[in-house]
Nanobody, 123 residues
């Protein structure tokens, strides 16, 4: 599956933003999907994940209660709703897909990656 994330931008602290990740191919509904981010000078880190059926979601502690991952298999799209944004959320955000196994947060467990979208949160 090919992935393309979009929806990033420059916002102020406390604002909300919704990222989208569009997938091509007919097998999207069979993929667990995840969002990851990489801040300048830091390693890429897990943000959130959702199972193919949407019955399981996972979140990093740093975004729990502020971010919500969801998907629409009919539209081949996964979303990341980000509320109460903080300057430390500034990063390039990537979506990724995992075809087999359980929904997890490990970066190495995902086999399809899209190009990222930049989110900048000003204080």
């Amino acid at each position: 599956v090919q992935l393309q994330a979009y929806g990033g931008g420059l916002v102020q602290a406390g604002d909300s933003l919704r990222l989208s990740c569009a997938a091509s191919g007919s097998t999207f509904s069979r993929y667990h999907m995840g969002w990851f981010r990489q801040a300048p000078g830091k390693e890429r880190e897990f943000v959130a994940a959702i199972s193919w059926s949407s019955d399981t979601t996972l979140y990093a502690d740093s975004v729990k209660g502020r971010f919500t991952i969801s998907r629409d298999n009919a539209k081949n799209t996964v979303y990341l709703q980000m509320n109460s944004l903080k300057p430390e959320d500034t990063a390039v955000y990537y979506c990724a897909g995992r075809r087999f196994g359980a929904v997890v947060g490990g970066i190495g467990e995902y086999d399809s990656w899209g190009q990222g979208t930049l989110v900048t949160v000003s204080s």
